[in-house]
């Protein structure tokens, strides 16, 4: 049994906390915290459904299956980091810092422009794209952006995930969505309207 505490910490939101593996400090364990054991279920189905497609895995955390632990069953994924080891931070630090480190403006535009392309070529649904559930990880070849969470089609009858015309749809209205939540969210900071006027 993985044995999880304060430090082993390194994310919570509204239903999940994220810690570092105990054993493996390349992997991260989700476990729920509150209520959030039908969200987990989804995601963990689609996450699946991917692994049978053989994606590639670029924008998006590999997914190594559950283990118990002292918090109860934990889902284990890849933990993304930066080249120096660092844990690799959110969208929304890059953006809330953006004021102090404008230069990042390009290459924050680039790694975005790149999720969406593999989002488009390998058909990945996802729920609401929030700048919280998106890590921009620092590599020797530039910056790349991976979604963390919210993964998956919450749609009775999923289409959208096996017809490529139904899923570039959604993708594409998923993406218009997020380029207007970001837009509210930072509507008086110029250098982010830069970067959503070119994603």
Request: net charge positive.
């Amino acid at each position: 049994m993985l044995e999880l505490s304060n430090t082993t910490l390194v994310g919570k939101g509204l239903h999940r906390e994220v810690h570092v593996h105990p054993d493996d400090s390349s992997k991260c364990v989700k476990v729920v915290v509150l209520r959030g054991e039908e969200e987990t279920r989804r995601e963990q189905a689609y996450y699946r459904f991917l692994q049978q497609r053989n994606i590639d895995w670029l924008s998006l955390p590999k997914f190594y299956g559950n283990e118990d632990t002292n918090m109860g069953s934990g889902a284990v994924f890849d933990l993304i980091r930066d080249e120096d080891g660092q844990v690799s931070k959110t969208l929304e630090f890059y953006l809330d810092n953006l004021a102090s480190t404008s230069a990042l403006v390009e290459p924050i535009s680039q790694a975005l422009i790149r999720l969406k392309q593999d989002l488009l070529e390998q058909n990945i649904i996802t729920m609401t794209l929030k700048p919280k559930n998106m890590v921009l990880q620092q590599r020797n070849d530039g910056m790349r952006c991976l979604i963390i969470d919210n993964i998956g089609n919450s749609d009775i009858i999923p289409i959208s995930s096996y017809v490529r015309l139904f899923g570039k749809r959604k993708i594409e209205r998923k993406w218009e969505k997020f380029q207007r939540l970001l837009s509210k969210q930072f509507i008086n900071q110029p250098s982010i309207q830069k970067i959503i006027k070119a994603i």
